[in-house]
């Protein structure tokens, strides 16, 4: 009877799995934050920060963001697109955040109610938190 060395046969599988484990285990995390920068009349200008709050490097990032009466009219540093929701994503320059790095863009827009909105912010690095 021939017999098998199974701890031979598992070892490519074992350093496969730990490098599958390894990725599960250590998702990259971030805060995303809406922050109302100023009001005014019918008008608001607000910033929405990303920081890296996980282990490793992220090379860019995606948010996204719904009003219920507000609407944006312009925004700088970040694409932004869509008519609400919103989604932005990172330009070449903001994109890398080091763990602990933050980077932020910017919203202006118009009130319904004469009240600025404080929407969720998602996207998958928020979503991760």
Do not use: H, R
């Not at 490098?19 to 922050?35: D, M, N, T």
């Not at 009349?41 to 995606?62: D, Q």
């Amino acid at each position: 009877m021939k017999t098998l060395n199974i701890t031979a046969a598992l070892k490519p599988l074992t350093a496969s799995a730990l490098l599958i484990f390894s990725a599960i285990a250590s998702p990259v995390f971030a805060s995303c934050e809406y922050i109302i920068e100023n009001q005014w009349g019918t008008g608001f200008t607000a910033s929405i920060k990303v920081t890296n709050s996980g282990s490793t490097p992220v090379s860019s990032w995606t948010v996204g963001w719904q009003y219920t009466a507000n609407k944006m009219t312009s925004s700088w540093n970040a694409t932004v697109s869509g008519s609400n929701p919103y989604s932005a994503t990172s330009l070449n320059w903001n994109g890398s955040l080091q763990p602990g790095q933050s980077t932020s863009f910017g919203i202006q827009g118009d009130t319904v109610s004469g009240a600025a909105e404080k929407p969720a912010v998602t996207g998958s690095l928020c979503s991760a938190v």
